[in-house]
């Protein structure tokens, strides 16, 4: 016998995310400083435009040059310094 609180739902499993999928993106515009919190723990990034960046790693060191335009990098980051015409989507 079921009742109106435990019906044939109980048994349900969570689907799994397909892997490099992403659920949110963030865009740091030209000429900003952003520092990801916990409102927004970025997993990835790419460069949409630009190459004057400096990108600080979650796990310590700095980028600021060698990237590829459009490439998805796996990297979290702790810190995104942008210059004029550089634009950095963050992924989550």
Do not use: C, W
Request: aromatic share 8%; no cysteine; glycine share 10%.
């Amino acid at each position: 016998m079921t009742t109106p609180v435990q019906g044939s739902f109980v048994d349900r499993v969570k689907a799994v995310p397909r892997p490099n999928s992403y659920t949110a993106t963030y865009e740091v515009t030209a000429s900003t400083t952003y520092e990801p919190t916990g409102s927004f723990q970025n997993t990835a990034f790419l460069i949409e435009a630009g190459t004057n960046y400096t990108l600080s790693l979650l796990d310590g060191g700095d980028l600021t040059a060698g990237l590829v335009t459009g490439q998805v990098y796996q990297v979290a980051l702790k810190k995104v310094v942008t210059g004029a015409g550089t634009v950095i989507k963050l992924l989550k």
